[in-house]
């Protein structure tokens, strides 16, 4: 008897912008490819561009190695900033990296389609890479309007394509695929009441060392040298006290960055509430087939040193989303 063997779905992705957020992408692409999942598409903007380009390009691996990397201060020495060009940051170095790690290829070389998606800025509309080199189609896609230089190409000044299509899933309908699915790394807060502690690595060690030196000068009360269960005691209270202390402090902290948040949190706050209200009305207007999402509260824009936990929460999601679906028959043959 022989054994009928079922092909792997195809999928035609599309991944959206967000900032750091994205690679929650790398995580969504890995577990797709864990379950069976046939990638043969990518259209994407911001992030999304850069992370789908890389592994169009064969190279995601790679990138994710050196993104695991990345620390607070790695992320600093990777910033030019500049007053001038439209852009608080020239972007060199970063982008130098990307050029090193792509190479020159052009976009209609990959062995599958890819679709970058940028703004016009003075045209006022979309503008699709899917021919050409494939680091121009990068560089304007992820060109953040006041944070990286707009980049100039072929007479055009070329932003963000998350201004106007943060989950670019108009690119993917021309695609003879089984399946659409869309990863949005803007979705609904994890806490709709407010945002969750994401403050990680050197915030928390911060407040450890202030709570520390502040308790230095406290002495241990002594206790009688045969009264060993009221030393125990003491010490617990004293550290379930120090523990309180930690929270109460973090949870002020939180408070008052809320209320008064610096000009890049506004900033930050401000591009998420934009980009994900013109994505319900783009995915509203056309779904793909299935949406991951990634609550957009789950980090900032800008910390890029925090890609080992975005990984695998996006492969989390993923997960979670393909759990109780199942690839459509309307688009089988």
Sequence with gaps: MSVVTRAAPTVSLALG???ARGYAHIGAIEEL???GYDIRSIAGCSMGALVGGIYAAGKLDDYRDWSRTLQRLDVLRLLDWTLSGGGFIKGDRVLNQIKTLIGEVRIEELPLSFTAVATDLYAQREVWFSRGPLFDAIRASISIPTVFRPHHYEGRTLVDG?????VPVTPTLRDLTDCTIAVDVNGPDEDPGGRPDTITGDATFGDMD???AANEHVEPTPAPANDAGGALTTSRRKIA????????????RHAE????PGALELFARTLDVVQQT???YKLAAQPPDLIVRVPRNVCAFYEFHRADELIELGRQCTREALRHWQVPTRHRS
């Design 17 to 19: 912008s967000g900032g």
């Design 278 to 280: 013109v994505t319900r």
């Design 210 to 212: 202030e709570a520390l």
């Design 162 to 166: 998350g201004l106007l299509n943060p």
């Design 257 to 260: 960055r809320a209320a008064d």
């Design 33 to 35: 490819r864990a379950q």
């Design 241 to 252: 006290s120090f523990i309180d202390g930690l929270l109460e402090k973090r949870e002020k």
